[in-house]
């Protein structure tokens, strides 16, 4: 198995200053190789289809409408499930959650892998490593042991890797991206987005957690 995992929003609490009131971790997991081949080469081909420069890469809150809307066509037949937490950054009182950069998605990723009630095993992990250095995360070392320690056998290696050249981080981006947009509520939110999203993330194979404290 493989997973690849993107966020959406941040980890901040100055929400007078910027701060997205949501923060969404996303993992798209597959089952098969060939599964995994099939999606990169059909979001490739949707880039280029699109005219894209070969550097560039679908970001969901990057892109206009019909980026989106080309890019949610092009791979709602894939074969992979969804995993994911919307964490409302309103409603969380924990110290320990908002106590330094990067922990709270530290935290989410943990969660996701920790609670997959045995779909996941064996898993290759792999988080596009922008994050790891714009907030913090920590090293491979960390998820294996704490995913593991919570659910043994669910990870067999963690790596870091650019978005730029795996498209399945950007499918993990997209994903995260439409969950949080579908949250905020706004304007420019997509319900047929968010609609095929959530057909990925049904239990048990898939989940959609609505998390506002610390168990």
Request: include cysteine; proline fraction near 3%.
């Amino acid at each position: 198995m493989h997973a690849f995992v993107d966020d959406s929003g941040c980890s901040g609490v100055k929400f007078d200053r910027g701060s997205t009131r949501f923060l969404v971790l996303a993992a798209c997991v597959f089952t098969e190789p060939e599964h995994m081949e099939e999606a990169a080469g059909a979001i490739l081909a949707c880039r280029d289809g699109l005219g894209r420069a070969a550097r560039s890469e679908f970001k969901y809150m990057k892109t206009n409408g019909s980026v989106k809307d080309a890019f949610f066509a092009c791979t709602k037949t894939l074969k992979y499930d969804g995993r994911a937490i919307v964490i409302d950054k309103t409603k969380i009182h924990s110290v320990a959650l908002i106590k330094k950069p990067g922990y709270m998605q530290n935290y989410a990723i943990r969660q996701i892998f920790g609670n997959t009630l045995g779909t996941v095993r064996d898993a290759k992990l792999v988080i596009d490593g922008v994050d790891k250095q714009a907030f913090g995360l920590n090293s491979s070392g960390y998820f294996l042991r704490e995913v593991n320690q919570q659910a043994p056998g669910t990870l067999r290696k963690v790596t870091f890797d650019d978005s730029v050249r795996n498209p399945l981080i950007q499918l993990a981006d997209m994903t995260a991206g439409a969950i949080r947009r579908h949250y905020e509520k706004t304007e420019s939110s997509n319900p047929l987005h968010f609609a095929m999203i959530k057909g990925r993330t049904r239990y048990p194979r898939g989940s959609l957690w609505d998390f506002t404290g610390e168990k």
